[in-house]
Nanobody, 127 residues
């Protein structure tokens, strides 16, 4: 079964930083576009960022622009989401997933285009 694993969440004060990691031991992530999503209580899952098979292909939601950065470390088969300047409204469970329909990111992507969802990692931003 295709599934990725997220890690790196935690409790952080407003203005703080976290780095989330997405990994799997089953297949090379660099063959795929990888997306990060988040879901807050009572809200729909929303896209945060995506990195294409070509690393210069990236996408950020407006809420993530200028604060978050997505990257790959091919040697470790990892995709990271560096989150800086965290705000209370960033509090959510964060998920990564594989884009199934294409190997590049675009603004028209939907959560239903992704698969191999992990269990998520909780990010809480609070003082």
């Amino acid at each position: 079964q295709l599934q990725v694993v997220e890690s790196g969440g935690g409790l952080v004060q407003p203005g703080g930083s976290l780095r989330l990691s997405c990994s799997t031991s089953r297949y090379p992530l660099d063959n795929y576009a990888i997306g990060w999503f988040r879901q807050a209580p009572g809200k729909e899952r929303e896209g945060v960022s995506c990195i294409g098979k070509a690393e210069d292909n990236t996408y950020y939601a407006d809420s993530a622009k200028d604060r978050f950065a997505i990257s790959r470390e091919k040697a470790k088969n990892m995709v990271y989401l560096q989150m800086n300047g965290l705000k209370p409204e960033d509090t959510a469970v964060y998920y990564c997933a594989i884009l199934l329909i294409q190997d590049y990111c675009s603004a028209s992507m939907l959560p239903s285009d992704f698969g191999a969802w992990g269990q998520g990692t909780q990010v809480t931003v609070s003082s």
